[in-house]
């Protein structure tokens, strides 16, 4: 059974850093894609960041230029770094993982952590 355990949410003032961690267990191969979503209140989850096994990311327009997304293979972690972190990123953020087998996806899930921006 895969499990997924976020860590590194909390609060921080506009402009600050956070670093959010997400470890899956109970699966002996990586994933083909590890990445991230957003859920603020009131809306829809929609990705932040993904990154496939190869190292291809991808990025929501809203987070360019002052997110990261990284990942260790053999630990089956990710990490999100969220600089100058803005007022509307306040969301709980959950960590992803999918993998495909033939024509199948399945995916993973976190059970989120809550990320507050406000000064």
């Known amino acids: 059974q895969v499990h997924l355990v976020e860590s590194g949410g909390g609060l921080v003032q506009p402009g600050g850093s956070l670093r959010l961690s997400c470890a899956a267990s109970g699966s002996s191969s990586s994933f083909d894609t590890m990445g991230w979503y957003r859920q603020a209140p009131g809306k829809q989850r929609v990705l932040v960041t993904s990154m496939t096994s190869g190292g291809y990311t991808d990025y929501a327009d809203a987070v360019k230029g002052r997110f990261t997304i990284s990942r260790d293979n053999a630990k089956n972690t990710v990490y999100l770094q969220m600089n100058s972190l803005k007022p509307e990123d306040t969301a709980v953020y959950y960590c992803?993982?999918?993998?495909?087998?033939?024509?199948?996806?399945?995916?993973?899930w976190g059970q989120g952590t809550q990320v507050t921006v406000s000064s």
């Open positions: 992803n993982a999918a993998r495909l087998r033939g024509s199948n996806w399945s995916d993973y």
